[in-house]
């Protein structure tokens, strides 16, 4: 290398020193805690959502018992008492159609 008679940077020394770069900690230490706290959220959320799923199928069979049981009482009553009148027996066939649809016990 041939260095022309203006050089600036020349007889000039280059010293190389190791220091200890920590802006990298502050970085870590934030990602880190920003997954954590995206992952314990999601898991919170799915958590949520299965619990209400899970009380909202609750909810469906005891309204379906609730309703079965009025349903069945019904239905009993026209099997014991046959209706006399064309309305009863259409209400007695919609009865037992309803019981049937809804999966009602059949004694």
């Known amino acids: 290398m041939t260095t ?3 050089d600036p940077f020349e007889g000039a020394s280059v010293e190389l020193t190791v220091t200890s770069d920590s802006r ?15 992952v314990l959220a999601a898991t919170l959320c799915l958590t949520v959502s299965a619990r209400n799923a899970e009380e909202g199928r609750d909810a469906r069979r005891q309204m379906t018992a609730d309703v079965c ?9 026209y099997h014991d008492s046959p209706p006399t009148t064309d309305l009863g027996r259409r209400n007695a066939a919609s009865m037992r159609q309803l019981r049937i649809s809804l999966g009602c016990p059949d004694d």
Not at 24 to 32: C, N
Request: charged content about 5%.
């Open 24 to 38: 990298w900690w502050p970085v870590a230490v934030s990602v880190g805690s920003s997954v954590l706290s995206a």
């Open 4 to 6: 022309s008679p203006n």
């Open 69 to 77: 049981a009025i349903v069945v009482a019904q239905d009993d009553n």
